[in-house]
């Protein structure tokens, strides 16, 4: 079913249009003329943002910084295994599904690590993605909406690890 939802949607505004007679690849042209000047304001953040998440990841100042945090992270309840999912994610999404990969082929997927790490990968967000985006269009910037995002994150995180247990 959740296959033909885009076939489906795609006809459905199709029809939409004939029905109103409005010329659609006219207004679809108009909407990307407007998408232009939307994605030149946004391309140098979004630039910033993929590049500095790449140098994390790839520099090995993730896994530094994971090994770092790790016996704190066990402290509240987190698996020291999944500090590096922890700290990717925020900057990542794709990097974040690699480590969920790893840590689901290592562990097995019924395992209790795994469960943490779904729930961590599930109930986190790319929030310097997210904010490159939001103040690269609104070009006012605030650290307490990251901070309050990160906080949210790690809370996620603990209370998920600690459900995992439980349950």
Same mark, same amino acid.
Request: charged share 10%; proline share 5%.
């Given at each position: 079913?959740?296959?033909?939802?885009?076939?489906?949607?795609?006809?459905?505004? #199709?029809?939409?249009?004939?029905?109103?007679?409005?010329?659609?690849?006219?207004? #679809?042209?108009?909407?990307?003329?407007?998408?232009?000047?939307?994605?030149?304001?946004?391309?140098?953040?979004?630039?910033?943002?993929?590049?500095?998440?790449?140098?994390?990841?790839?520099?090995?100042?993730?896994?530094?910084?994971?090994?770092?945090?790790?016996?704190?992270?066990? &402290?509240?309840?987190?698996? @020291? @295994?999944?500090?590096? &999912?922890? &700290?990717?994610?925020?900057?990542? $999404?794709? $990097?974040?599904?690699?480590?969920?990969? @790893?840590?689901?082929?290592?562990? $097995?997927?019924?395992?209790?690590?795994?469960?943490?790490?779904?729930?961590?990968? $599930?109930?986190?967000?790319?929030?310097?993605?997210?904010?490159?985006?939001? #103040?690269? @269009?609104?070009?006012?910037?605030?650290?307490?909406?990251?901070?309050?995002?990160?906080?949210?994150?790690?809370?996620?995180?603990?209370?998920?690890?600690? #459900?995992?247990?439980?349950?």
């Amino acid at each position: 079913m959740s296959a033909l939802l885009f076939p489906l949607l795609f006809l459905g505004v #199709f029809l939409f249009a004939l029905l109103r007679k409005v010329k659609l690849f006219s207004a #679809f042209s108009e909407g990307v003329k407007g998408a232009l000047p939307l994605l030149a304001s946004l391309f140098p953040s979004l630039a910033a943002v993929l590049i500095l998440s790449e140098l994390f990841t790839q520099s090995g100042l993730s896994g530094y910084l994971a090994r770092l945090l790790a016996p704190a992270l066990k &402290l509240v309840g987190i698996p @020291e @295994e999944l500090a590096p &999912l922890l &700290l990717v994610k925020p900057f990542s $999404g794709s $990097g974040a599904t690699a480590l969920l990969s @790893e840590v689901i082929a290592q562990y $097995g997927a019924d395992s209790y690590l795994a469960r943490c790490a779904c729930v961590l990968y $599930g109930s986190s967000e790319t929030t310097f993605y997210l904010s490159a985006l939001y #103040f690269a @269009e609104t070009k006012k910037f605030s650290p307490l909406p990251v901070a309050a995002a990160l906080a949210g994150n790690l809370l996620a995180a603990i209370l998920g690890c600690l #459900f995992c247990r439980i349950l």
